[in-house]
């Protein structure tokens, strides 16, 4: 199976999440940020993440890519996030894309290798609301509103011995939307959560953003 995404994309990040924690054989296919054919060939539109099956049929759209894949391991795990962790989501979110719209396209990540396609990312993204020299001079106001929401998330993952007890999916967002927060080093992380962010990253093989 082939999964299409974006490396800085956390619904693309939380499906990885689940593939590798299930130890499913996935190839995770980093597509080119100016590139809307391969998709619109896929799934008619320029969206990520996509599944391509070992059939050849599509599937789009996060949640559900995800339950194929607990089916697939006759996992009895929970297939919808719960209510706590869509309350963080709707925290972290417009916080995460502050911070990281207007830096994620500096880093080598495979959707940034070519000029258009950073081009195509300021097109898309840059707005007179989002404006990226505006989001870097607002900084310290976000980061004043982050490292709070750091400090409730850790204790949210109820971590013990550095693991945490919640179900996989409530893990998989969490760390989804957490790792678009490394690449702001102002940020305080609180010692427990890096050390899980950290650990996550290392044993399934997902980069944080840095």
């Known amino acids: 199976m082939k999964l299409y995404i974006y490396d800085h994309c ?6 990885a999440y689940i593939a590798q924690s299930l130890e499913l054989n996935i190839e995770l296919v980093s597509v080119d940020y100016d590139d809307a054919q391969t998709l619109i060939d896929l799934i008619g539109k320029k969206m990520v993440p996509v599944l391509q099956k070992d059939d050849g049929s599509i599937m789009a759209e996060s949640l559900d890519i995800i339950a194929y894949f607990m089916n697939l391991k006759s996992s009895d795990e929970q297939r919808e996030p719960s209510e706590q962790v869509i309350l963080f989501q709707s925290r972290a979110f417009p916080l995460s894309q502050r911070i990281g719209l207007p830096r994620w396209w500096k880093l080598d990540l495979a959707e940034y290798q070519s000029p258009a396609s950073k081009e195509a990312w300021r097109a898309a993204k840059e707005t007179e609301e989002l404006n990226f020299d505006k989001l870097i001079e607002q900084t310290p106001q976000f980061v004043d509103q982050i490292n709070p929401l750091l400090k409730d998330t850790e204790l949210l993952l109820n971590l013990e011995n550095g693991q945490s007890s919640l179900p996989l999916i409530d893990q998989a967002v969490y760390f989804s939307m957490l790792r678009g ?3 702001e080093p102002s940020i305080t992380w609180p010692p427990a959560l890096e050390r ?3 650990h996550q990253s290392q044993t399934l093989k997902l980069s944080l953003l840095r």
Not at 10 to 15: E, I, M, N, S, W
């Open 10 to 15: 956390p619904f693309c990040a939380r499906v």
């Open 181 to 183: 927060f490394c690449v």
């Open 196 to 198: 899980w962010l950290e």
